[in-house]
């Protein structure tokens, strides 16, 4: 292969992203396939899965990916176009070495990208952080494995859309469900799924369309759900449930057509696996609500606070054999009916099951939570040579001031009014806040310590800091 050079701004903390036809080409991909290959195949790999989401140019990219897998001895299974996660499952299901996603997650249409997983003989882990670093560097080097490999057509869809179909069930009450795929990639499994379950079902977006024509495929943006908040109002709806554009991470509404967050609904999913597995681990992302890792406690686990990124979570959960993880992104891992990935559509399925099951609704469920008061997730930029030593001044000034603070990513501070915290994102040159008290007056004193300790370090609390 011509030597190439991956520039350094794509290769990200848990995957590889970039603008396409400026820094990421079919040149590039055929050369990230030869470097994940070649670490697979150094690691006594001889599979590797490989899918593709429904952007534009995501067939091209898989076409020359499989080249460069192929290149090193490995064989290669096509997986077909769908969710990330159906890579994931495929993985696992056929007793691959590795998994290879093209996708460009929830970013613009522009842009495009991939995820790397090994396979379970090799640790079930993905390549973030100095793994991805190293992989550009394969790529820089030319240090390339070599082989005579093949390609051959192995889809997923069916068996992973039975897997799907298995966990929601058949039982329970009748339920009118909406449905958003914000034309992403889970739309044709979001779609076939819906036609296995009993109840009403609206579809919304299902076509697969990389240009997004609808609404942006974020559904951790409000914004990007009011056409689902609508539809459940329009139908009459129990609840509604979007995904991101890859299908790896969940949103969610109730029959009141008010937004949970993924922590209010890891309560109640940490209730049902913790009826099956009382006093196991449940690990939630230092952006969650108080109130999960209260109500974990009370239904008979052990909450754990972790550090935000997917991949940072699943090698925790992997570590504390922790059955249920979640983070505020609306990232959620099962490990006691599935295999510990991300998957949106699963903890669909999971919660169609238990809400077909129980004698509440969705709505009931979030009234009964304890109440709280809390800011969005707050994202400011920052100078990329200030964001890591902003948190260090912010840290110093608070273990002199003897502040009750859990340290594990940034600084989260508990008072007596609640908790705020400050943390460096991983993947952007931004700081992300937030506050949470009991009522609005708390609030306000949270987020006048917070605006104090910015200002401290020269920086000013966002304008959108509003309680919600």
């Known amino acids: 292969m011509t030597p190439v050079i991956l520039a350094p701004a794509i290769l990200r903390e848990y995957d590889i992203r970039g603008v396409v036809g ?4 079919e040149r590039e991909a055929r050369a990230i396939g030869r470097a994940f290959g070649t670490m697979v ?3 006594g790999g001889k599979t590797v899965c490989l899918g593709y989401d429904g952007r534009v140019s995501s067939p091209g990219f898989a076409a020359a990916a499989a080249e460069g897998l192929s290149e090193c001895g490995l064989t290669v299974w096509r997986v077909g176009r769908g969710p990330t996660p159906m890579l994931y499952f495929a993985v696992f299901h056929f007793g691959a070495d590795g998994g290879l996603m ?3 997650s929830h970013n613009p249409p522009d842009q495009n990208g991939f995820k790397m997983t090994l396979g379970p003989a090799l640790g079930a882990m993905p390549l973030f952080g100095g793994e991805i670093q190293a992989l550009g560097e394969l790529v820089r080097a030319g240090d390339y494995a070599s082989g005579k490999g093949s390609v051959a057509e192995r889809p997923a869809f069916d068996d992973y859309l039975a897997h799907l179909a298995a966990e929601a069930g058949t039982g329970g009450k009748e339920l009118t469900v909406a449905w958003d795929a914000g034309n992403g990639a889970a739309g044709e499994a979001m779609l076939a799924l819906t036609k296995k379950l009993p109840g009403r079902h609206v579809a919304l977006f299902a076509e697969i369309d990389g240009r997004f024509p609808n609404h942006h495929p974020d559904p951790t943006v409000a914004a990007n759900l009011a056409d689902l908040q609508a ?8 609840y509604g449930v979007a995904f991101d554009g890859d299908g790896d991470r969940i949103g969610l509404v109730d029959g009141k057509a008010r937004i949970l967050w993924a922590d209010q609904l890891m309560v109640l999913f940490a209730r049902d696996v913790l009826g099956a597995k009382p006093g196991s681990p449940v690990i939630a992302d230092v952006k969650a609500s108080q109130v999960l890792y209260d109500e974990i406690a009370k239904a008979g686990g052990e909450p754990v606070m972790f550090k935000t990124g997917h991949s940072l979570i699943k090698a925790k959960m992997k570590e504390l ?4 993880a979640g983070e505020m992104s609306g990232h959620i891992f099962f490990a006691d009916r599935n295999n510990g990935y991300d998957d949106g559509l699963y903890a669909a399925a999971r919660l169609f099951r238990i809400l077909g099951a129980a004698d509440f609704s969705l709505a ?9 008061v809390n800011t969005p997730e707050l994202r400011f930029p920052v100078p990329a040579e ?3 030593v902003v948190i260090d001044e912010v840290r110093e000034r608070l273990a002199a001031a003897k502040a009750d603070v859990n340290g594990i990513d940034g600084v989260r501070v508990k008072t007596a009014d609640g908790w705020w915290l400050l943390r460096a994102s991983n993947t952007q040159d931004v700081l992300v806040a937030r506050c949470e008290a009991s009522d609005a007056a708390g609030l306000a004193r949270l ?7 910015l200002a401290a370090s020269g920086l000013s609390l966002p304008a959108d800091a509003a309680g919600h």
């Open 22 to 25: 400026k820094n990421l080409t």
């Open 41 to 43: 195949a150094r690691r």
């Open 102 to 104: 093209i996708t460009g």
């Open 231 to 238: 539809a459940v109002k329009k139908e009459n709806a129990d």
């Open 321 to 324: 054999k922790a059955p249920l």
């Open 364 to 372: 009931e469920f979030l009234d009964r939570l304890p109440p709280v």
């Open 386 to 388: 200030r964001k890591w």
């Open 447 to 453: 987020k006048a310590q917070l605006a104090r300790e």
